[in-house]
């Protein structure tokens, strides 16, 4: 499986951005996706995820009521809606993906990784 994530920009504080995960492979709706950032100097952080079937989803609590993940396993595409962007958003947002469908919030766990598209939010 290859990911390509794209969507990324600069937008001011509050605004909103969509990012999206594009798959290939005929199976990409058996994965479960996750969206994973990492700001300059920090280690790589959950953000959300999403089984195969999209009828199940995990937040942080930071993330939680702000962003929005979906997917549209027709497309083979996960999207990930981020909106009230704040400043402290800002980072390299990652898709990952996992073989065995479930999901985790440690990035170790997931199989396959896109290259990464870049979020900024100014104040």
């Known amino acids: 499986v290859q990911l390509q994530a794209s969507g990324g920009g600069l937008v001011q504080a509050g605004g909103s951005l969509r990012l999206s995960c594009a798959a290939s492979?005929?199976?990409?709706?058996?994965?479960?996706i996750a969206w994973f950032r990492q700001a300059p100097g920090k280690e790589r952080e959950f953000v959300a995820a999403?089984?195969?079937?999209?009828?199940?989803?995990y937040y942080t609590e930071s993330e939680k009521g702000r962003f929005i993940i979906s997917r549209d396993n027709a497309k083979n595409t996960v999207y990930l809606q981020m909106n009230s962007l704040k400043p402290e958003d800002t980072a390299v947002y990652y898709c990952?993906?996992?073989?065995?469908?479930?999901?985790?919030?440690?990035?170790?766990?997931?199989?396959?990784w896109g290259q990464g598209t870049q979020v900024t939010v100014s104040s």
């Open positions: 999403i089984i195969g079937s999209g009828g199940r989803t």
């Open positions: 492979g005929r199976i990409f709706s058996s994965y479960a």
């Open positions: 990952a993906a996992a073989r065995d469908g479930n999901i985790y919030d440690r990035a170790n766990r997931y199989d396959y």
